[in-house]
Nanobody, 123 residues
Framework: VQLQAFGGGAVQAGGSLRLSCAVSGRTFSRYVMGWFRQAPGKEREFVAGITWSIGSTSYTDSVKGRFTISRDNAKNTVFLQMNSLKPEDTGVYFC?????????????????WGQGTEVTVSS
């Protein structure tokens, strides 16, 4: 499984960005796609997840109401729409895939990772 994330950039606080993660290679009947981020000097953290089969979602508290994760089954792509961005959203964003029915929030549960895409939010 190969994951390719793109769509990062630099925006001012209050702005929006849409990240995409293209999935290719072997696919599974059940898996979860997750977005994680890593701020400078901090550990990588869970941001949002979605089950590929039925589209159930989960978000970390700090992004609820501002970020939306979605998927396009036909294009094998997962999106993260980020609105009302804050400086604390700055970091490198990674997409990951977990062969599971359940959305996990811990890094070690995810089997496949894409390269990161950088998001910078200025105040």
């Amino acid at each position: 499984v190969q994951l390719q994330a793109f769509g990062g950039g630099a925006v001012q606080a209050g702005g929006s960005l849409r990240l995409s993660c293209a999935v290719s290679g072997r696919t599974f009947s059940r898996y979860v796609m997750g977005w994680f981020r890593q701020a400078p000097g901090k550990e990588r953290e869970f941001v949002a997840g979605i089950t590929w089969s039925i589209g159930s979602t989960s978000y970390t508290d700090s992004v609820k109401g501002r970020f939306t994760i979605s998927r396009d089954n036909a294009k094998n792509t997962v999106f993260l729409q980020m609105n009302s961005l804050k400086p604390e959203d700055t970091g490198v964003y990674f997409c990951a895939a977990d062969v599971s029915w359940v959305i996990h929030t811990t890094i070690n549960m995810y089997d496949y990772w894409g390269q990161g895409t950088e998001v910078t939010v200025s105040s």
